[in-house]
């Protein structure tokens, strides 16, 4: 029967809950072609995070142990899929797109001479040939992949797959490896864990955004006093954040965070593709720009045209005298 090979990733002592995801891929995959699906723990203690997978309907856990596997290097990693991969010739290989599954991936594919299509959304058959989409220029297009033959390496999009289904109980199984001849040209030193954000934009209900029309980091304080005066958060385009006149959460578009309040407010950004794909599912979209051709006029539910040193401190006056902040 053929295999399903799906990468199990884990930090401090847990699964992590996108593995789910990829294992619900993997068993689209596997009932396309009556194949088995295989979860894979590499850990110093693999015993103690297989209970979170013990009730999936998967067919196998199989359970690698090593000292040094208490946390990821590419080269502990690429040696014990490798060793795995070629005694038991998968039909397919399956990560999650993230930065251990976008590490190890592609790396092993090419030690294999074989075809990887990575972050894949979605997932289509012709006969039991699979048609992998994945999302190109900021989600503007999908692009349809196929790998011209197995075995197929993935990577797959987190959230992008419904989670493996419960009702099953798989097979426990130990593989033994020799990891005594690899180099290991990286060590773990440790995890920072990010800074909270001061803000949470993606909760925001009412955001004002700042960009370069700005101009300088003194006169940023306009931004913030509307959005104060309308109860909202602000925010700002990328150039705004790398002059440093705001900090780097609050900044909006397809590197920065993915909005959606009921108004956004964009005085002096043009509505770059970049800034678009941030914000343009916003409910109501209000621009403030001087240029009448700018782009962002495009996706705006109502233009203002003019200088926005004007315009904003006209509408912090009529927010506050209609006390718009306290309703
Ligand atoms: C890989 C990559 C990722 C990126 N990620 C992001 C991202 O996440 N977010 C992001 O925003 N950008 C991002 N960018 C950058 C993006 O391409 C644009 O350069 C950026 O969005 C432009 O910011 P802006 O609109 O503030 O500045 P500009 O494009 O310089 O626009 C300034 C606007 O202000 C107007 N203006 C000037 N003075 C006034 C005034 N007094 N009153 C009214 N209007 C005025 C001008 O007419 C102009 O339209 C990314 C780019 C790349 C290559």
């Not at 991936?105 to 994945?134: H, K, N, W, Y």
């Not at 962002?296 to 003019?306: E, K, L, R, S, Y």
């Not at 006056?317 to 718009?324: R, V």
Request: aromatic share 8%.
């Amino acid at each position: 029967m053929d295999k399903i090979l799906v990468l199990i990733e884990h930090r401090d002592a847990q699964i992590l809950d996108h593995n789910l995801g990829a294992l619900g891929f993997a068993t689209q995959c596997a009932r396309r072609w009556n194949a088995d699906v295989c979860a894979l723990i590499l850990s110093n203690n693999p015993l103690a995070l297989s209970s979170k997978l013990a009730s999936k309907k998967i067919n196998e856990i199989v359970h690698v142990q090593h000292e040094i596997l208490k946390n990821y290097t590419l080269d502990g990693y690429t040696a014990v899929l490798r060793q795995w991969i070629e005694k038991n010739s998968p039909k397919m290989v399956v990560f999650s797109h993230t930065s251990i599954g976008w590490d190890v991936g592609p790396s092993l594919a090419a030690s294999f001479q074989a075809g990887i299509v990575t972050d894949i959304s979605a997932l289509a058959f012709e006969g039991s040939e699979p048609i992998f989409s994945r999302q190109v220029y900021n989600g503007k297009l999908v692009e349809k992949v196929k790998i011209k033959k197995a075995p197929y390496f993935v990577t797959v999009e987190r959230g992008g797959f419904a989670s493996v289904e419960e009702g099953g109980a798989p097979q426990v199984q130990s593989f033994d490896v020799s990891l005594d001849n690899v180099q290991f040209r990286t060590e773990f030193i440790g995890v920072e864990v990010a800074q909270k954000a001061a803000v949470d934009l993606a909760k925001s209900n009412i955001i004002v955004a700042g960009g370069r029309g700005v101009g300088k980091k003194e006169n940023f304080h306009v931004i913030e006093d509307l959005a104060h005066a309308l109860g909202g958060d602000f925010a700002a385009s990328r150039p705004v954040v790398d002059n440093e006149w705001v900090e780097r959460d609050r900044q909006v578009g397809s590197s920065g965070k993915t909005v959606a309040p009921k108004l956004y407010l964009a005085c002096g950004i043009s509505g770059a593709i970049q800034h678009l794909s941030g914000m343009k599912k916003s409910n109501v979209i209000v621009a403030i720009n001087k240029d009448p051709h700018a782009p962002i006029f495009g996706v705006a539910h109502f233009g203002i045209v003019g200088d926005l040193f004007e315009i904003v401190p006209a509408l912090i006056e009529e927010a506050k005298s209609q006390g718009i902040a306290h309703r």
